[in-house]
């Protein structure tokens, strides 16, 4: 094992240690809001919360809200998991193939995921479905996803973002994708969800045989 750096010995300024304190409680009530927006639409139904009741449950003012969610889409909609995803792929070895490097990628970023994580995830996949306004902000999301995986694989490979080669690798991998979590809804989440993700990835890397 390597001996520490100097600089990792050195004490953290003042206003380091208070940055990382109000990125926390922003982190946190971030959180607290999503959560708590979740619990109650899952009591009353989407349509019936207003972001008054959200915020109340929270402890927070709606202007508070809104500082963290432009709409009450946005609670639904917004997570943290596409920049995961594409920290982790940055990450992978430059010589593996993309559809393998873009697998295993996935395999590590969903393996953080706690089973209350996913029962999340699944809920706000069921309302993404169902409810249409949030159908609609699901399409935008899925155009910034494929904008941002679609420069990973250009980095990766060497290519132009443009190429036809990378948009349709991009857009097979987002098609097994979005089939699988499908497939997992359908289910009600009776298959993990890294697990159905990473048998759809599988399935394309070996070339979608019938």
């Known amino acids: 094992m390597s001996s520490p750096r100097r600089a990792d010995l050195a004490p953290r300024s003042p206003e380091c240690a208070v940055t990382s304190l109000r990125e926390r409680k922003k982190a946190k009530t971030r959180r607290t809001i999503q959560e708590q927006a979740l619990r109650l639409f899952?009591?009353?139904?989407?349509?019936?919360?207003?972001v008054e009741q959200i915020a109340e449950a929270s402890e927070v003012s709606p202007?508070?809200?809104?500082?963290?969610?432009?709409?009450?889409?946005d609670v639904v909609i917004q997570d943290d998991y596409d920049p995961l995803l594409m920290e982790t792929l940055k990450h992978q070895p430059p010589d593996l193939p993309p559809i393998r490097a873009i697998r295993l990628a996935f395999q590590e970023a969903l393996a953080?995921?706690?089973?209350?994580e996913q029962a999340q995830i699944l809920f706000r996949a069921k309302l993404s479905m169902s409810v249409p306004t949030l159908r609609a902000r699901t399409a935008d999301g899925l155009f910034a996803t494929i904008d941002m995986l679609t420069g990973a694989v250009a980095e990766r490979s060497g290519r132009d973002p443009g190429s036809p080669a990378v948009r349709a690798l991009v857009g097979a991998v987002m098609g097994v994708m979005f089939s699988a979590i499908f497939a997992w809804?359908?289910?009600d989440g009776a298959t993990p969800l890294p697990v159905i993700l990473d048998?759809?990835?599988?399935?394309?890397e070996s070339g979608l045989p019938i």
């Open 112 to 116: 953080q995921l706690s089973a209350e």
């Open 199 to 204: 048998e759809a990835l599988g399935y394309l």
């Open 42 to 50: 899952a009591e009353q139904g989407y349509e019936a919360t207003t």
């Open 63 to 73: 202007s508070t809200f809104f500082r963290y969610f432009p709409t009450k889409e």
């Open 185 to 187: 809804v359908e289910q």
